[in-house]
């Protein structure tokens, strides 16, 4: 029962960061996608 417990607690912890992993994974290409449906920005110009 111990090692059933020891397993299924590791298992939790391989899906939870696998989870972690592809949401990282999501926002990055949704960053990425909503960056490139913009137009380039112009440059910034300093008043002065």
């Not at 990282?24 to 440059?43: F, H, I, K, M």
Request: charged content about 35%; proline content about 6%.
């Amino acid at each position: 029962m111990e090692r059933e417990n020891r397993e299924l607690r590791r298992a939790k912890d391989i899906l939870r960061m696998a989870s972690a992993f592809f949401a990282q994974a999501v926002r990055q290409v949704a960053v990425l996608d909503v960056d490139s449906s913009r137009p380039p920005r112009s440059p910034v110009r300093s008043s002065g």
